[in-house]
T-cell receptor, first 113, second 116 residues
Framework: DQQVKQNSPSLSVQEGRISILNCDYT??????FLWYKKYPAEGPTFLIS?????DKNEDGRFTVFLNKSAKHLSLHIVPSQPGDSAVYFC????????????FGTGTRLTVIP | DTGVSQDPRHKITKRGQNVTFRCDPI?????LYWYRQTLGQGPEFLTY????????KSRLLSDRFSAERPKGSFSTLEIQRTEQGDSAMYLC??????????????FGDGTRLSIL
């Protein structure tokens, strides 16, 4: 049962334009959401997070939006750069027990120079 | 901050052999996690330590798997009598648990296990 879903396996964007990556979740107990970037042969690298008490969090070129009623979050990257090309994973956790992360299946972003 | 370190990076072994992986978390982090990732999937939770105590185990962690964190610092994950289905990337992550505050988990580069 996939509790976190990323329905777009891949996305291509021109350099300088906005990249929008989407994520949906089903578990209403999730209260903390994260985005990770992964390059080949490396572990996931933490990018940005958002708590359920907020609907937006910004860090430089990266902004995460959370829509709790729709159980949807998105990551905006603007402007996109070729170095942003990687697999992006959405993850969520609940404030109970282990706080372990539930991951989506990832979206491969390709930024075209 | 030296990051989460995992050893070895790659392990190739024959079916039926035992393997052990090591994880060194970020030094001040009291929480340590093991995840497994297979091709085309996101990481899946295996087990969790707070300091030296193993507090939670996933249903994915069969009896052949055992994890330890003896002094609350580094951790080991052992797989006994390996099977083909154990082939995966094994990822370790650590975080700083502060009461109820959320803190991001930071991952190592993983150990890729291949079963012949």
């Amino acid at each position: 049962d996939q509790q976190v879903k990323q329905n777009s396996p891949s996305l291509s964007v021109q350099e300088g334009r906005i990249s929008i990556l989407n994520c949906d979740y089903t578990n209403s107990m999730f209260d903390y959401f994260l985005w990770y970037k992964k390059y080949p042969a490396e572990g996931p690298t933490f990018l940005i997070s958002i708590s359920s008490i907020k609907d937006k969090n910004e860090d430089g070129r990266f902004t995460v939006f959370l829509n709790k009623s729709a159980k949807h979050l998105s990551l905006h990257i603007v402007p996109s750069q070729p170095g942003d090309s990687a697999v992006y994973f959405c993850a969520a956790s609940a404030r109970t027990g282990a706080n372990n992360l539930f991951f989506g299946t990832g979206t491969r972003l390709t930024v075209i120079p | 901050d030296t990051g989460v370190s995992q050893d070895p990076r790659h392990k190739i072994t024959k079916r039926g052999q035992n393997v052990t992986f090591r994880c060194d978390p970020i030094s001040e982090h009291n929480r340590l996690y093991w995840y497994r990732q297979t091709l085309g999937q996101g990481p899946e939770f295996l087990t969790y330590f707070q300091n030296e105590a193993q507090l939670e185990k996933s249903r994915l962690l069969s009896d052949r798997f055992s994890a330890e964190r003896p002094k609350g610092s580094f951790s080991t994950l052992e797989i006994q009598r390996t099977e083909q289905g154990d082939s995966a990337m094994y990822l370790c992550a650590s975080s700083l648990g502060r009461g109820g505050a959320n803190q991001p988990q930071h991952f190592g580069d993983g150990t890729r296990l291949s079963i012949l």
